[in-house]
């Protein structure tokens, strides 16, 4: 039988960058050097010492995730992550969304972190469909959990309303089957 692991997956409306909690993943791009959505707003809340670690990375590729110190945020680490950009669902989009996922939970389980939130990844500028985005993000957040003991909560941080009822839908839907 399954374990339920539903229960550490709540799902919340709000700003990634004013959680408290051990890690916050951030949606960037390959070069790590910042950008706008969610990756403007996390650069901007934690101060340019987090533009200068990440410089220090040699950049990450889609799917993967590497971790930094918060500076100035309530969090303690930043697990950044690069999701695909849509291109119509023929270009491998939903497994590497998937991998941004798992590779973001690995990282947490690395560092220490009990507690992770997520953004909607690639939800915005990269323009992933939405429903089919929070799918994929719940089967894989579950997925892990089942195999995983080491992390207590994962947060799902959605920005709008829209987004935060079709998540809570996405969650009911898959725990009940
Ligand atoms: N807190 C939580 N969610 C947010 C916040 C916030 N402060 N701000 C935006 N969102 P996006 P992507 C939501 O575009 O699609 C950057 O320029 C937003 O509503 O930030 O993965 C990077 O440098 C959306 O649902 O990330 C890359 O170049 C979700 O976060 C590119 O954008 C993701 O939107 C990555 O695009």
Redesign the pocket.
């Known amino acids: 039988m399954k374990k339920n692991v539903f229960y550490k997956i709540n799902v919340k409306q709000?700003?990634?960058?004013k959680e408290k909690i051990d890690a916050i993943v951030n949606?960037?791009?390959p070069s790590l050097l910042?950008?706008?959505?969610?990756?403007?707003?996390?650069h901007s809340a934690a101060g340019p010492e987090l533009l200068k670690e990440c410089a220090t990375l040699g950049g990450c590729l889609t799917g993967e995730a590497k971790t930094t110190a918060a500076y100035l945020l309530p969090t303690k680490f930043v697990i950044h992550t690069v999701?695909p950009v849509w291109q119509g669902g023929k270009n491998d989009e939903d497994s590497l969304l998937k991998n941004a996922y798992t590779n973001s939970l690995k990282e947490a389980v690395r560092v220490g972190a009990k507690s992770v939130a997520f953004?909607?990844?690639?939800?915005?500028?990269?323009?992933?469909p939405?429903e089919r985005a929070a799918k994929i993000a719940v089967q894989t957040i579950a997925a892990f959990l089942e195999k995983n003991n080491e992390i207590d909560e994962v947060r799902l941080?959605?920005?709008?309303r829209e987004?935060k009822d079709l998540l809570e839908k996405v969650l009911i839907e898959l725990k009940n089957g």
């Open positions: 709000g700003d990634i960058t949606a960037a791009n910042g950008g706008g959505g969610v990756d403007g707003a996390i999701g953004p909607a990844i690639s939800t915005g500028v990269y323009g992933f939405h941080i959605c920005f709008t987004s």
